[in-house]
Nanobody
Framework: QVQLVESGGGLVQTGGSLRLSCAASGRIFSINAMGWYRQEPGKQRELVARITGGGSTNYADSVKGRFTITRDNAKNMAYLQMNSLKPEDTAVYYC???????????????WGQGTQVTVSS
């Protein structure tokens, strides 16, 4: 099994910055895409940013130019640098990783427990 632990959430004022981290551990043969989703109360979870194994990225329109997703393959880590934060960025942020536990297993999506990001106006 693959475990994900997120960190870096918190309370920040409008215009501030936060950096989220996601650490993957456990039985990992390979990690493919890594991403961040967010969910506000009563709303569906939405994709924020995604990075492939080759480093290609895509972002939700609402965060383009403000958020940057990166990864450290040697450490099995993903990061989300969030700048110019707005109150509408307030949500629980979840890390998701597409990983193979062994070379014989299919790629499976694993989710973290979520970290709260609150942006005050």
């Amino acid at each position: 099994q693959v475990q994900l632990v997120e960190s870096g959430g918190g309370l920040v004022q409008t215009g501030g910055s936060l950096r989220l981290s996601c650490a993957a551990s456990g039985r990992i043969f390979s990690i493919n895409a890594m991403g961040w989703y967010r969910q506000e109360p009563g709303k569906q979870r939405e994709l924020v940013a995604r990075i492939t194994g080759g480093g290609s990225t895509n972002y939700a329109d609402s965060v383009k130019g403000r958020f940057t997703i990166t990864r450290d393959n040697a450490k099995n880590m993903a990061y989300l640098q969030m700048n110019s934060l707005k109150p509408e960025d307030t949500a629980v942020y979840y890390c998701v990783v597409g990983a193979q536990a062994t070379m014989f297993r299919a790629t499976t999506n694993y989710w973290g427990q979520g970290t709260q990001v609150t942006v005050s106006s």
